[in-house]
């Protein structure tokens, strides 16, 4: 166990539709990573949040967003869904930022129909 | 552009047979080099991570080294548990983490 929650595990929906996904960081961290992981495009960085600010940005399709809120837990918001969003999303954690350890949690399987 | 390319794709071992992963990368300005497990439909679980060439650390069957251009994952006398993705990444400049595609290591009993 990681110490990093994700909720929900699984999400179903239908194309056109918007979820949030929610991820709490280990006890003590302060950033915040999210990635998305298809079978066919393996694990791509996101979005990362430090200490409620926005520092990093990756591959992040404009129908998605990202927040982290004074108690440090960080949603991401995902909409006008399409069927090849349907992947799993992780969040990390880490302590800090440059070359910290990033702890996984275990994810959230999102289907799109 | 940043890479990380990991050899082989699939490994498949008897139990006890030892071998080697392969991470290669092509950065500018290597922060850390990190190598993590994963279980299918599970988060990736942190294993070591590395930061000069020359470093090396171990846990149980794994030891994990590093040069300037890549990095080396052995695993002595594995086990079936030992089964799983194995996961290579880097951080450069930037806070991301950039992924290899994996190795899926099998290990037969």
């Known amino acids: 166990d990681s110490g990093v929650t994700q909720t929900p595990k699984h999400l179903i929906t239908a194309t056109g539709q918007r979820v949030t996904l929610r991820c709490s960081p280990r006890s003590g961290d302060l950033s915040v990573y999210w990635y998305q992981q298809s079978l066919d495009q393996g694990l791509q960085f996101l979005i990362q949040?430090?200490?409620?600010?926005?520092?990093a940005k990756g591959n992040i399709l404009e129908r998605f967003s990202a927040q982290q809120f004074p108690d440090l837990h960080s949603e991401l918001n995902l909409s006008s869904l399409e069927l090849g969003d349907s992947a799993l999303y992780f969040c990390?954690?880490?302590?800090?930022?440059?070359?910290?350890?990033?702890?996984f949690g275990p994810g959230t399987r999102l289907t799109v129909l | 552009e940043d890479q990380v390319t990991q050899s082989p794709e699939a490994l498949r071992l008897q139990e006890g047979e030892s071998s080697s992963l392969n991470c290669s990368y092509t950065?500018?300005?290597?922060?850390?080099l990190f190598w993590y497990r994963q279980d299918p439909g599970k988060g990736p679980e942190f294993l070591f991570t590395?930061?000069?060439a020359g470093e090396e650390k171990e846990k149980e069957r794994l030891k994990a080294t590093l040069t300037k251009k890549e990095s080396f994952l052995h695993i002595t006398a594995p086990k079936p548990e030992d089964s799983a993705t194995y996961l290579c990444?880097?951080?450069?400049?930037?806070?991301?983490?950039?992924f290899g595609q994996g190795t899926r290591l099998t290990i037969n009993p």
């Open positions: 990390a954690s880490s302590v800090a930022s440059l070359a910290d350890t990033q702890y």
């Open positions: 590395l930061y000069s």
């Open positions: 950065v500018s300005g290597l922060r850390g």
């Open positions: 990444a880097v951080q450069m400049g930037a806070q991301k983490l950039v």
């Open positions: 949040y430090y200490n409620g600010e926005e520092r």
